[in-house]
């Protein structure tokens, strides 16, 4: 096999996020930047409107600093929303669309924000939670309810005159604040700065191969860090992002053969309904380079599968909401590989530790992956949470345990962290075993991952009764349900005896795991 060249160093602009955006609208005004249902917006549009929105802002008192919730589905809003919360010195907090009152409430006290852009669904949510919420309120959708601004009003409202520059250090402004369950607990902030974000988009341009002609296609949600750098990287670029607001698998795929798309991007349950659409064969995806795979794990018999069917390879790629990792080399399809989400992108370091000490390995030997990067976020919220985020020297700990070929090719073989990624979202299970101890009849619990192909990995809690109560697997799975997103849920409960811990009263999860039958199978195939 040829050896692989090192990734070239590149230029990272000192510049704020929006400007990506901005630059593209001044070089191709008039080229279309996004589609969307029946709309077509171009960058002249996209970039103006977030403009009146940004100083339409500054009018409210939203400025240097401030935090602004963006609680949504995918739509055009969302994006100019974005782009106007950054024109005006704010950062966007990226919640997930689906979350539901406890999960919002635990956002909002983290990130203490001032303003919140909502659409009409979750702004009810928001109203019915008994969050203190900002007075600040603007809906996207039309007839909002009591005490929201339309959207629109607002935006019309602003000048059409670009705020000046940024007077702060875009080393240490937060741009956006997605969420990840980082070490261990719940849910937390993650801060990128206008410098990280602005690298994110740098990197991922180039790893990923993305061209002013592309035409690609983004089904998944915008708040995840995929989807902003999906939507960023191809305005970066000036290509054209068709978005949807949900994945259906016949529309996807009649839109990649009539707008001839050229890069789509998947995650593990999207590639199993691609899978089993029974007439995949007839569409024509000749205009796509590649599918990338990301998120989830790769599953190569499914993967397999859909190219011997359509002819369309996968490009896979390694990243997280902290930082970007690597990928296969874009420009030498002939060496992607299944097996590895690829080597290093450009200016990314990588180390091998050992999970105790924290020494680096020797070649190829396994120990937890950290990176340092200039795409590494600022830290966490809460600030607690950073302590062990990090090695000396700005090493951020990725969690992951594997090991790396003299080439630089990565193998991941495990997580040291406790998270469960389910159809690319983090759960930390101290999340649901706090919802489950709130149930009369539960003693004691703990949750850990089982196989799943749709989902990558789905929660399975193993749950201690109290003497005499007879409560049900069912009946907890809804407990669950009732209080957390759907992607949280539980795909199975098992009754113990005890919960197997260690001395400091740590639970064993891997204990759990290796004696449950559902951790050698795909638990989709028991449902």
């Known amino acids: 096999?040829?050896?692989?060249?090192?990734?070239?160093?590149?230029?990272?602009?000192?510049?704020?996020?929006?400007?990506?955006?901005?630059?593209?609208?001044?070089?191709?005004?008039?080229?279309?930047?996004?589609?969307?249902?029946?709309?077509?917006?171009?960058?002249?549009?996209?970039?103006?409107?977030?403009?009146?929105?940004?100083?339409?802002?500054?009018?409210?008192?939203?400025?240097?600093?401030?935090?602004?919730?963006?609680?949504?589905?995918?739509?055009?809003?969302?994006?100019?929303?974005?782009?106007?919360?950054?024109?005006?010195?704010?950062?966007?907090?990226?919640?997930?669309?689906?979350?539901?009152?406890?999960?919002?409430?635990?956002?909002?006290?983290?990130?203490?924000?001032?303003?919140?852009?909502?659409?009409?669904?979750?702004?009810?949510?928001?109203?019915?939670?008994?969050?203190?919420?900002?007075?600040?309120?603007?809906?996207?959708?039309?007839?909002?309810?009591?005490?929201?601004?339309?959207?629109?009003?607002?935006?019309?409202?602003?000048?059409?005159?670009?705020?000046?520059?940024?007077?702060?250090?875009?080393?240490?402004?937060?741009?956006?604040?997605?969420?990840?369950?980082?070490?261990?607990?719940?849910?937390?902030?993650?801060?990128?700065?206008?410098?990280?974000?602005?690298?994110?988009?740098?990197?991922?341009?180039?790893?990923?191969?993305?061209?002013?002609?592309?035409?690609?296609?983004?089904?998944?949600?915008?708040?995840?860090?995929?989807?902003?750098?999906?939507?960023?990287?191809?305005?970066?670029?000036?290509?054209?992002?068709?978005?949807?607001?949900?994945?259906?698998?016949?529309?996807?795929l009649r839109n990649l053969e009539q707008e001839r798309i050229t890069l789509a991007f998947a995650t593990g349950p999207v590639a199993v309904a691609l899978r089993d659409q029974p007439d995949l064969e007839r569409y024509d995806l000749s205009s796509l380079r590649s599918f990338m795979w990301g998120a989830t794990p790769v599953v190569h018999e499914i993967a397999e599968e859909i190219t011997a069917r359509t002819g369309v390879r996968w490009f896979v790629a390694y990243s997280m909401t902290e930082t970007g990792v690597c990928a296969n080399p874009v420009e030498r399809p002939d060496l992607w590989r299944l097996d590895s989400p690829g080597y290093p992108l450009s200016d990314v370091e990588l180390r091998v530790v050992d999970l105790d000490t924290g020494e680096e390995v020797g070649p190829g030997d396994e120990g937890e992956l950290v990176v340092r990067s200039p795409s590494t976020m600022l830290g966490y919220l809460p600030e607690e949470a950073n302590d062990d985020a990090f090695l000396p020297g700005g090493w951020f700990r990725t969690g992951d345990v594997g090991w790396v070929e003299p080439d630089g090719w990565v193998h991941l073989t495990d997580r040291a962290k406790e998270m469960l990624k389910v159809s690319g979202f983090q759960v930390a299970p101290v999340e649901l075993e706090r919802v489950l101890l709130g149930h009369p009849a539960v003693a004691d619990c703990a949750v850990y991952a089982v196989p799943d192909t749709r989902r990558g990995e789905a929660p399975k809690a193993a749950v201690v009764r109290h003497p005499g109560q007879d409560v049900t697997a069912e009946e907890l799975q809804a407990w669950v349900a009732d209080r957390l997103a759907r992607y949280k849920h539980l795909a199975a409960v098992a009754f113990v005896e005890s919960i197997p811990r260690n001395a400091g009263g740590k639970v064993l999860r891997r204990v759990l795991r290796d004696a449950d039958p559902d951790a050698a199978a795909d638990v989709t195939a028991r449902r």
């Not at 539901?100 to 659409?119: C, G, I, S, W």
């Not at 602003?158 to 969420?179: I, K, N, S, V, W």
């Open 1 to 252: 096999m040829p050896r692989l060249r090192p990734r070239p160093r590149l230029v990272y602009p000192e510049q704020p996020f929006h400007q990506f955006l901005r630059d593209t609208a001044d070089r191709q005004p008039e080229e279309v930047a996004l589609r969307f249902e029946d709309e077509v917006l171009t960058y002249r549009e996209l970039d103006a409107r977030g403009t009146s929105l940004a100083n339409a802002l500054t009018g409210l008192g939203f400025g240097l600093g401030s935090r602004a919730v963006l609680a949504s589905g995918n739509r055009p809003e969302w994006l100019l929303a974005m782009h106007g919360i950054s024109q005006a010195g704010g950062a966007s907090v990226l919640v997930n669309s689906s979350w539901k009152a406890a999960e919002l409430e635990h956002a909002f006290a983290l990130t203490r924000p001032e303003l919140v852009l909502a659409d009409g669904p979750l702004a009810d949510v928001l109203d019915r939670s008994g969050i203190a919420l900002p007075e600040r309120r603007l809906c996207f959708d039309d007839d909002p309810p009591r005490g929201w601004l339309p959207f629109w009003d607002v935006v019309t409202s602003g000048a059409g005159t670009r705020p000046g520059p940024l007077d702060a250090d875009l080393g240490r402004l937060e741009a956006f604040l997605p969420f990840s369950s980082g070490t261990t607990g719940m849910p937390k902030a993650v801060r990128h700065t206008h410098r990280s974000a602005v690298a994110c988009v740098v990197q991922r341009r180039a790893g990923y191969g993305v061209k002013r002609t592309d035409r690609l296609q983004f089904f998944m949600p915008l708040f995840t860090i995929y989807g902003v750098m999906v939507s960023s990287s191809a305005m970066a670029a000036g290509a054209s992002l068709r978005l949807f607001r949900r994945f259906d698998a016949p529309t996807v």
